[in-house]
């Protein structure tokens, strides 16, 4: 699988981007697909997964109410829609593919480039 990850941008803060993950093949719904950033200076974390159906989600505490993710297999696509971003928000944004459910880094299996996302406050 190749992820193609698109939509970052700079931003105000308040204001919404809408992440966009592009994948290729035709094993997409087979994975369970996540977001997750890496902020200057700190470690790579967890956002937010989707089951393969798209029937559950979960989310990093932080952003909780304010990110939604979201898949449409038939696009072989999957999304992460960002409202209310602040500066701690500012970071690269990766997809991955991997298994359900998982929010480790280590147990994702694909990974796409990431999209930088820069808030200003």
């Known amino acids: 699988v190749q992820l193609q990850a698109s939509g970052g941008g700079l931003v105000q803060a308040g204001g919404s981007l809408r992440l966009s993950c592009a994948a290729s093949?035709?094993?997409?719904?087979?994975?369970?697909m996540g977001w997750f950033r890496r902020a200057p200076g700190k470690e790579r974390e967890f956002v937010a997964a989707?089951?393969?159906?798209?029937?559950?989600?979960d989310y990093v505490d932080s952003v909780k109410g304010r990110f939604t993710i979201s898949r449409d297999n038939a696009k072989n696509t999957v999304y992460l829609q960002m409202n209310s971003l602040n500066a701690e928000d500012t970071a690269v944004y990766y997809c991955?593919?991997?298994?359900?459910?998982?929010?480790?880094?280590?147990?994702?299996?694909?990974w796409g480039k990431g999209t930088l996302v820069t808030v200003s406050s």
């Open positions: 093949g035709r094993t997409f719904s087979s994975y369970g």
């Open positions: 991955a593919a991997g298994g359900w459910p998982t929010t480790s880094v280590y147990d994702m299996d694909y």
């Open positions: 989707i089951s393969r159906s798209g029937g559950s989600t």
